[in-house]
């Protein structure tokens, strides 16, 4: 195991070694700026104060119901929440598609961050921002992905998807459940 990685960093799928203290500190997002062309991004005020909003991405038995486009649903193989932990899942699509995904948890700032990069293609970093905003939260979702090219093979599925995904996290929000 390479150095960086036994001293605590995390290595994302892309190859880069992140170093919470100094790679995220530096902004919200601390992204590459020449990135945006890669990028699906929206935000979302939402009816539930920080901590609510965490704590729907931080149980998995709540995240599991609000996880993904309208009509999938989610079977969790393993959810280690923790900085460098693993996410481990099958998404099912609404004609019974099996999508295997292994998520890593790179950030969790309790209740302002959320930083997961996706370690099986296709490979994205996927950083939440949660906001106070008056009585809620106003909730910045960005997805960086791995090239240009890939992010224009699946932007037409994407920005519609994670809008999907948003409006079941209000619903699940909404329930108080």
């Known amino acids: ?77 393993s959810f280690d929440f923790r900085v460098g932990g693993d996410w481990k899942f099958v998404m099912r699509g609404p004609q019974g598609a099996a999508y295997p995904n292994h998520q890593r948890f790179v950030a969790l700032d309790e209740a302002r961050r959320f930083v997961t990069c996706h370690v099986n293609a296709p490979h994205y970093v996927l950083t939440v921002m949660l906001v106070p905003e008056g009585d809620g939260t106003r909730l910045d979702w960005r997805q960086e992905f791995e090239s240009d090219d890939l992010f224009r093979r699946l932007a037409e599925f994407v920005r519609p998807a994670n809008e999907q995904n948003l409006d079941r996290l209000e619903a699940v929000l909404s329930s108080g459940r």
């Open 1 to 77: 195991m390479p150095y960086g990685e036994r001293q605590g960093g995390v290595r994302d799928p892309f190859g880069n070694l992140w170093w919470i203290s100094q790679r995220l500190a530096s902004g919200p997002y601390a992204h590459d700026p020449t990135a945006e062309s890669r990028v699906a991004a929206t935000s979302r005020v939402l009816s539930a104060p920080p901590s609510t909003v965490w704590d729907a991405f931080r149980d998995p038995g709540k995240l599991a119901r609000w996880w993904g486009p309208e009509g999938f649903t989610n079977e969790f193989e």
